[in-house]
């Protein structure tokens, strides 16, 4: 029987367990119950009837798509209220956003060790919610009292000569949005972690409808994302910022109802302890030992019985055969404390969150990428023309729901028309490996940077040609030139996005799936502070010895050209480090297909 060509590590041991659960009496009598280890609020086993599936997640994907509408609502515009309503200048304004975003992203780490060491992924996520709406209702204000805000920047004044805001009004203002950060650190990795806990993986159907799971969250998340990026954008941008933040914050409070009512529905893991911990005994145990000789059969190292794996809701994880000096924390030498002797499961655990490090690494310059979309993408907006008809002016910050236009057409293009193509060749349920996936994605980022920097330069050239060299001269271009660039970027997304997510859950071993979707997260964090780094660096090394400097507050004089033209050469120098690393990365060994596989052989033999 073909399956999925992933390269992977398989043994003996491995098989023989999966036959040995097989014969299981008590899996016979309990053919209802679902048999990854989930279970309800109470810890009971949960019956897969009544329980799970896509009629749980619908409650799921509800709140997630009006809470990204509430995310998007703020950062999407974020850049303009800090420049025209804070009066802040291009780089620092930039900055600002790319460190909140930066923190967004970080925080989900916290999030998930809280959630697998101490609280679950349910409490942890409620909790956190309640942090996010009082974040959404502080942001509120902060925009909305006229005391919290400097005073409007009179006529023909540069925003950088204005009244800047008081240190007061920029901490409740900043302190608003940290609270935000907060709350999403415990809401982003365990959301998407519980949708695909909804799936029992030893159930064929189940299994089959969670290889599609990760494609139809996006899909429908994107909508909500949609209506922030067009329809909030225009509001805060024509009406005010007050409605543009007070409508994502009653929305936010109606997603968290939705989530609440499908609480019967939702199947749980439990606690497995800290993670983090785990790894590090591995770690200590292993440096504490590097004299000690690794036996050669790996049946010498020490485990325990898989029954008492069992009654905690895991699966022992067999021997495999790389970053073999971890093995010496499972070698025995007569101490048994658990920082001097842990068992080969730990030790397992610890090598596939380690091996995924590489690829978290060569997939943090896409978010650097994506960081532009909502702060120097933006800022090109406002200096091109934005009539649509005489009466309508779009709002730049409306772009970027292209971004998600263009994403939610390739998602479903993907994985309806693309994935059951390819499959017929490569006999991978996927269509493609994720890895593949990825590299896919990360060849048209530098594709986006090339793009972007061809249509700044015409941009720049007419700029020049028509003598608008004032900061708020408006260059005679459309902008919709800037349409190819945040087109791409949505269809990049629907590769490495959308990959990056499947990837670290998929291959994060079943006691640390939050902490794997923290990978995601992480990513993204690395990607904006390191965006906030290259902009700040680039923009004050390019200035030094009485050069203008590359990026200035006036777009219409700057040569942001050049530095898309430096990030397109970085994304292909990171490109060319994936394919190394993505070449020697080997996937683990799914011992829930094998189990599918045995069974369905075991019945047409008795048959």
């Known amino acids: 029987m073909k399956r999925e060509t992933d390269k992977v590590q398989i043994n003996d041991t491995s098989i023989m367990a999966v036959v040995g659960e097989l014969k299981s009496p008590a899996i016979l009598e309990s053919e209802d119950y679902t048999q990854d280890g989930t279970v309800d609020l109470k810890g009971r086993p949960v019956l897969r009837s009544k329980t799970g599936t896509w009629r749980a997640c619908s409650f799921i994907v509800g709140y997630e798509m009006i809470e990204r509408m509430a995310y998007y609502g703020i950062a999407s515009n974020l850049v303009l209220y800090l420049t025209k309503k804070l009066h802040e200048g291009t780089v620092k304004s930039s900055n600002h956003v790319t460190n909140w975003v930066g923190t967004v992203w970080i925080m989900p780490a916290a999030g998930a060790y809280i959630a697998d060491a101490y609280l679950g992924r349910y409490w942890t996520f409620v909790t956190a919610s309640g942090i996010y709406l009082l974040g959404m ?31 007061l009004q920029m901490g409740i203002f900043f302190f608003a949005l940290y609270i935000i950060a907060a709350g999403t650190g415990g809401t982003k990795p365990n959301i998407s972690t519980m949708g695909a806990d909804q799936f029992d993986d030893f159930e064929p159907k189940e299994r089959h409808h969670k290889l599609s799971f990760y494609n139809w969250w996006v899909f429908y998340i994107l909508i909500g994302t949609i209506s922030a990026q067009t329809a909030l954008v225009y509001i805060q941008d024509n009406v005010g910022f007050a409605l543009g933040y007070g409508i994502p914050t009653i929305g936010l409070a109606i997603s968290i109802l939705v989530f609440l009512l499908g609480t019967p529905l939702y199947r749980h893991r439990l606690p497995s302890g800290s993670p983090l911990t785990r790894m590090v005994q591995v770690i200590v145990a292993a440096m504490s030992k590097w004299k000690v000789k690794v036996p050669d059969d790996p049946k010498e190292l020490h485990e325990v019985s898989t029954e008492e794996y069992a009654s905690k809701g895991r699966n022992i994880i067999d021997h495999s055969s790389s970053m073999k000096f971890l093995d010496k924390a499972a070698t025995k030498t007569g101490q048994t404390s658990p920082w001097m002797l842990c068992t ?53 910050a409306c772009l970027t729901a292209f971004i998600n236009i263009f994403m939610l057409i390739s998602v479903v293009i993907y994985d309806r028309v693309f994935v059951p193509a390819i499959r017929r060749y490569t006999k991978n349920p996927r269509g ?120 200035l507050d006036n777009l219409n004089v700057s040569h942001i050209d050049y530095y898309y033209a430096f990030l397109a050469m970085l994304s292909t120098i990171n490109f060319l480090c994936f394919v190394i690393v993505a070449k020697f990365f080997v996937y683990n060994y799914d011992v829930t297909q094998t189990k599918m596989d045995l069974e369905l052989e075991m019945n047409t033999a008795s048959a």
């Open 137 to 167: 209702c502080l942001l509120t204000l902060a925009v909305s009292l006229p005391a919290l805000r400097p005073p409007p920047c009179p006529p023909g004044v540069a925003d950088k000569d204005c009244q800047q805001a008081s240190s």
């Open 432 to 551: 493609i490996t994720m890895l593949q996936r990825l590299g896919i994605g990360l060849v048209l980022h530098i594709i986006i940077m090339t793009t972007a920097c061809l249509v700044e330069r015409k941009r720049l050239g007419v700029a020049r040609e028509k003598n608008l060299l004032g900061q708020h001269d408006t260059i005679p271009l459309t902008i919709f030139i800037l349409l190819p660039q945040f087109g791409l970027t949505g269809i990049a997304d629907t590769f490495v996005d959308v990959a990056k997510l499947e990837f670290f859950y998929d291959q994060a071993p079943e006691a640390m799936k939050s902490l794997g979707t923290s990978y995601f997260t992480t990513t993204q964090s690395i990607g904006s502070f390191f965006s906030t780094f290259l902009l700040s660096t680039v923009a004050d090394l390019t200035r030094k010895h009485g050069h203008k400097g590359w990026i």
């Open 344 to 396: 080969v499961t730990q030790v397992e655990e610890t090598k596939q969150m380690m091996k995924m490090i590489p690829i978290l690494i060569t997939t943090c310059i896409p978010s650097t990428i994506i960081a532009q979309t909502t702060t120097l993408f933006i800022r090109q907006g406002t200096t091109l023309d934005r009539s649509m008809g005489p009466h309508f002016e779009i709002p730049p």
